[in-house]
Nanobody
Framework: QVQLVESGGGLVQPGGSLRLSCAAS????????LGWYRQAPGKARKVVAF???????HCDDSVKGRFTISRDNVKNTVYLSMNSLEPGDTAVYYC???????????WGQGTQVTVSS
């Protein structure tokens, strides 16, 4: 059974930093795309960043230059380092991994990030 467990969310002031972690189990994470979506209140879930098995990364334009995604295949963990946080980054952040059998995604439970003074 695939499990994705996020940690690292919280309340931070504008301009601050946080690092989210997502520990994956039940899949060969080194062979899987891993990434992050976020969902702000009243808005659709939107991809933030993902990283491929060979380490190639993609970040949404809204976070480029501020967020960095990385992975540790030994620890089966993907990270999202977030700098220069803005109130607009406030959302629930979800870790995901594609379900290559069904075509959908596996999801973590989500972690709240709130950027406010």
């Amino acid at each position: 059974q695939v499990q994705l467990v996020e940690s690292g969310g919280g309340l931070v002031q504008p301009g601050g930093s946080l690092r989210l972690s997502c520990a994956a189990s039940g899949l060969v994470s080194s062979r899987s795309v891993l990434g992050w979506y976020r969902q702000a209140p009243g808005k659709a879930r939107k991809v933030v960043a993902f990283i491929t098995p060979d380490g190639s990364t993609h970040c949404d334009d809204s976070v480029k230059g501020r967020f960095t995604i990385s992975r540790d295949n030994v620890k089966n963990t993907v990270y999202l380092s977030m700098n220069s946080l803005e109130p607009g980054d406030t959302a629930v952040y979800y870790c995901y991994a594609p379900n290559y059998y069904s075509g959908g995604n596996y999801w973590g439970q989500g972690t709240q990030v709130t950027v406010s003074s």
